[in-house]
Structure formats: structure tokens, C-alpha cells
């Protein structure tokens, strides 16, 4: 099994910047995909970025210019968030995989509010 835990939501003004990190705990040495994905009241969960222990990244468009993942090592990643807008509102979760196209690992969540 395979435990996630965020840290680093908060509430901000648009166009501030935050930083989230994702800590991987259990019987595990390595993920091979840790990434993030979001989900605002009364809409689908949604990727926001993935990266591989390869150093490969995929974002979504709508923050490609703004945010930035990294690997910090083989069980942590973070979310570097920056020009924050309002509609980045939502609650952050970072997921993982053991192995690329297996099953996702879920964290509980950190909640993101930006005002306006």
C-alpha cells in the first residue's frame, strides 16, 4: 500500500504563489509517476501535471505558464504555483503510480483558495 500526504495549501491573493509537496510513505522504494490533479466544487477532478522519475513533465494548459513540478526525490514531488488566479481555486491532490500505466495512488487533499 502506498500513503500520500500534501502539505502547503492555503489561501493567497491572485497572483501570489504557492508551493505544495507530496510526501509518499509505505512499502515502497520508488514511484514511477507522481503528479497532481485538482478539483473545484461541483466539477470533475482534473489533471494539473505529472512527472516521471525519468524527469519527463506533462501540465495542463491552463497552468503551463504558471506552474512547475519536480521530482524532489524517488517518493516526493512539488508544486511550485505561481500567478495564481481565482479559478485555481479548488482542492489539490497529489497521486502517484508504482509503475507507469498502473494503478493511481490518491493523498486526502490540501485545499487551494485564491481571492480576488
Known amino acids: 500500500q502506498v500513503q500520500l500526504v500534501e502539505s502547503g495549501g492555503g489561501l493567497v491573493q491572485a497572483g501570489g504563489s504557492l508551493r505544495l509537496t507530496c510526501a509518499a510513505s509505505g512499502i515502497i522504494f520508488r514511484l514511477d509517476v507522481m503528479g497532481w490533479y485538482r478539483q473545484a466544487p461541483g466539477k470533475q477532478r482534473e489533471l494539473v501535471a505529472i512527472s516521471t522519475s525519468a524527469g519527463e513533465k506533462n501540465y495542463a494548459d491552463s497552468v503551463k505558464d504558471r506552474f512547475t513540478i519536480s521530482r524532489d526525490n524517488a517518493k516526493t514531488v512539488s508544486l511550485q504555483m505561481n500567478s495564481l488566479k481565482p479559478e485555481d481555486t479548488a482542492v489539490y491532490y497529489c497521486?502517484?503510480?508504482?509503475?507507469?500505466?498502473?494503478?493511481?495512488?490518491w493523498g486526502q487533499g490540501t485545499q487551494v483558495t485564491v481571492s480576488s
Open positions: 497521486a502517484a503510480q508504482l509503475v507507469y500505466g498502473g494503478s493511481y495512488y
